[in-house]
């Protein structure tokens, strides 16, 4: 079983859809947990760290779920500029290493 | 933007030929890590370092050596390099461990033919 599980997708929403990701780690001593998005031929870049309380950003919410292992990432009123692969990354705290998912991929249309 | 520049940025080389990647730093970070991103398996860690002269390997560390002589450069060596290490290449930086963000490169397109 992989370390970090991830539908790879595509999702393909219209614009103004809400779309869900889910991303599930076998790690229950997994510390860290953050969604990095990620642009055709171009480098991850941090989305957004996850809380255990949850946590939202303008459009973008993020939750955990520790008992089940598994987090969440939510896009309320996709936009065009939301197509990308969306990374879900977990640290087990073992020298700080981070574990990436596979990745989802979003492609939002007209 | 985080000052962390990968060189070359892309490279095609022959079967068995040793090649060097390079990863600079501007940050000061302590940890820097290189990734290798193919199809169907996202980015997988082959070596990190946690400080000079200090690295650990990575998931998939058979066929590659690293070196760190300095804060600032990270050195990813492929001794012989084989078609299965075709690839693109991710240096990234991280202050303070995983708990906190970390800063990729651009990347380095590989192919070896």
């Known amino acids: 079983r992989k370390e970090v599980e991830q539908d790879p997708g595509p999702f393909n929403v219209p614009e103004g859809a809400t779309v869900a990701f889910n991303c599930t780690y076998s790690?229950?001593?997994?510390?860290?947990f953050f969604w990095y998005r990620q642009d055709c031929r171009k480098e991850p870049k941090l989305l957004m760290s996850?809380?255990?309380s949850g946590n939202e950003d303008g459009r973008f919410t993020a939750q955990l779920n520790r008992a089940s292992q598994y987090i969440s990432l939510l896009i309320r009123d996709s936009k065009l500029s939301d197509s990308a692969t969306y990374l879900c990354?977990?640290?087990?705290?073992?020298?700080?290493?981070?574990?990436f998912g596979t990745g989802t991929r979003l492609q939002v249309t007209l | 933007d985080a000052g962390i520049t990968q060189s070359p940025r892309h490279k095609v080389t022959e079967t068995g030929t040793p090649v060097t990647l390079r990863c600079h730093q501007t940050e000061n970070h302590r940890y820097m890590y290189w990734y290798r991103q193919d199809p169907g398996h996202g980015l997988r860690l082959i070596h990190y370092s946690y400080g000079v002269k200090d690295t650990d390997k990575g998931e998939v560390s058979d066929g590659y050596s690293v070196s760190r002589s300095k804060t600032e450069d990270f050195l990813l060596t492929l001794e012989s390099a084989t078609s299965s290490q075709t690839s693109v290449y991710f240096c990234?930086?991280?202050?303070?461990?995983?708990?906190?963000?970390?800063?990729f490169g651009q990347g380095t397109r590989l192919t070896v033919v």
């Open positions: 990234a930086i991280s202050g303070t461990g995983g708990d906190t963000e970390a800063f």
């Open positions: 990354v977990v640290n087990t705290g073992t020298a700080s290493k981070l574990t």
């Open positions: 790690n229950s001593a997994s510390q860290s």
């Open positions: 996850v809380y255990s």
